[in-house]
């Protein structure tokens, strides 16, 4: 379980001003579609070079597997491909299959004028959907796909909730314990779609990018950093300064300092 002494606003000042600073240099000559596709093609290619070292507990003993680390795909070892059809494929985790999922229903969901309850409502049919009966049916790669514990938790007690035909909303008010464990990083790994979609508006942002988090992970921890995530998203689709991208998403994070702390 990842815990934290420290107000989330303040880790994130540490952890993304150097990173961002690199992200972004000569991002204002890039157009709007070659944003977009450095967001999608960045998180997805990221996600597939983290996969292999998903469930390693240390440092050391990624090293002593990976001696040199993993700095791209040359580094993996013939067992961290699958073979399809004769090729090699280096697959993304559950996170990025997820993270599809929001990508569509947001889209779907703005164009259709949903509210975001509406949205969040068909996000969860499809996560609950992802992690049921069906799985190998609707992602055939499941079983390499490195599941997080708390995605695959919804596949149980927010299935029987969505089954019961509440109203979603209800959800984020229904008391369950365990929200001490739900501060990993599954739900800020997915929320990157939520900036692209809702780049120009903010509270939509805000609000749909803190409720996918709380499907699986209530912490304020995750739902800070999942907010912070879709805001700088939004701001590099809109072409900030790594300073304003930075700052952005400190602000918005600050609002779960109290809950953090608490």
């Known amino acids: 379980v990842q815990t934290c002494a420290l107000p989330i606003s303040f880790l994130l000042n540490i952890v993304f001003l150097a990173s961002v600073q690199v992200w972004l240099h000569g991002i204002s000559s890039l157009s709007y579609k070659e944003r977009v596709e450095g967001v999608v093609m960045g998180a997805a290619l990221g996600d597939a070079l983290g996969r292999v070292t998903e469930f390693i507990d240390t440092t050391a003993e990624i090293k002593t597997k990976y001696s040199a680390g993993i700095k791209d795909f040359s580094s993996f070892s013939k067992e961290d491909y699958i073979t399809v059809n004769g090729k090699k494929i280096a697959l993304y985790t559950d996170d990025t299959v997820m993270a599809k999922i929001i990508l569509e229903e947001a889209l779907k969901g703005k164009k259709g004028g949903l509210t975001i309850d509406q949205i969040t409502r068909n996000i969860a049919y499809r996560f609950t959907d992802l992690f049921g009966p069906n799985k190998y049916q609707i992602d055939p790669f499941y079983y390499h796909r490195a599941h997080g514990f708390m995605n695959m938790n919804m596949g149980g007690e927010l299935s029987d909730f969505i089954d019961s035909g509440a109203d979603i909303s209800e959800w984020f008010y229904l008391y369950r314990p365990g929200i001490e464990r739900e501060g990993g990083c599954g739900s800020v790994m997915r929320a990157w779609p939520v900036g ?23 912490h304020p921890m995750a739902r800070a950093a999942s907010v912070a995530i879709a805001v700088g998203i939004a701001e590099v689709i809109q072409g900030k300064s790594p300073r304003d991208v930075v700052n952005a998403m400190v602000k918005v994070a600050e609002r779960y300092d109290m809950q953090e702390l608490a």
């Not at 692209?196 to 499907?215: C, F, G, R």
């Open 196 to 218: 692209l979609v809702y780049s120009n508006d903010e509270a939509k942002l805000i609000e749909l990018a803190d409720k996918q988090s709380q499907l699986s992970h209530r």
